[in-house]
T-cell receptor
Framework: NAGVTQTPKFQVLKTGQSMTLQCAQD?????MSWYRQDPGMGLRLIHY???????DQGEVPNGYNVSRSTTEDFPLRLLSAAPSQTSVYFCASSGTGGNVLTFGAGSRLTVL | GIQVEQSPPDLILQEGANSTLRCNFSDSVNNLQWFHQNPWGQLINLFY???GTKQNGRLSATTVATERYSLLYISSSQTTDSGVYFCAVEPGGGFKTIFGAGTRLFVKA
């Protein structure tokens, strides 16, 4: 039982490049979400999903796309990376109906 | 949207001391969780506590939903308690979980 798995752990991009951060969970959780954490700040919600085929925007969605084709996977896409997207990204999941959020280990992204 | 404010922002304790961390939120919530982020960045859930009081070893938490605040108590602090403590709330009528800015705790040996 792996929990929430994020890949890659580290990534360096040049401005304008695109990439996808992967997130997978094996707990059959309906709810999945992406956060970014900048130095000295809390976690800010980027996008979230309450089930396959359903996604919605969080607090800071601009510059990011998501899709949810299966219950297990929730990838986060950066279409044209900018230095302002340098951050640590966390994926989380939970069952619906009020359940504990389980986090992945994080992905550290640097955009030059 | 809902505002989540945590205090104090920073806290330094001597090992063995007790402390209280506070989380205020601006609107009604479906649930509230406390997390600890260790120095390696790992986020661990401490409590799921939309209301009432819970205890887990040296940690306990109380949420008074009607007054829109929650408290996290740490007793007999240890150096391993160092890190950042986050409060996170799910606003009523929605599925988003919104985090406060955190309380950074350093426990000195």
């Amino acid at each position: 039982n792996a929990g929430v798995t994020q890949t890659p752990k580290f990534q360096v991009l040049k401005t304008g490049q695109s990439m996808t951060l992967q997130c997978a969970q094996d707990m059959n959780h309906e709810y999945m979400s992406w956060y970014r954490q900048d130095p000295g700040m809390g976690l800010r919600l980027i996008h979230y999903s309450v089930g396959a085929g359903i996604t919605d925007q969080g607090e800071v969605p601009n510059g990011y796309n998501v899709s949810r084709s299966t219950t297990e996977d929730f990838p986060l896409r950066l279409l044209s990376a900018a230095p302002s997207q340098t951050s640590v990204y966390f994926c989380a999941s939970s069952g619906t109906g009020g359940n504990v959020l389980t986090f992945g280990a994080g992905s550290r992204l640097t955009v030059l | 949207g809902i505002q989540v404010e945590q205090s104090p922002p920073d806290l330094i304790l001597q090992e063995g001391a007790n402390s209280t961390l506070r989380c205020n939120f601006s609107d009604s919530v479906n649930n509230l969780q406390w997390f600890h982020q260790n120095p390696w960045g790992q986020l661990i859930n401490l409590f799921y506590i939309p209301s009432g009081t819970k205890q887990n070893g040296r940690l306990s938490a109380t949420t008074v939903a009607t007054e829109r605040y929650s408290l996290l108590y740490i007793s007999s602090s240890q150096t391993t308690d160092s890190g950042v403590y986050f409060c996170a709330v799910e606003p009523g009528g929605g599925f988003k979980t919104i985090f406060g800015a955190g309380t950074r705790l350093f426990v000195k040996a």
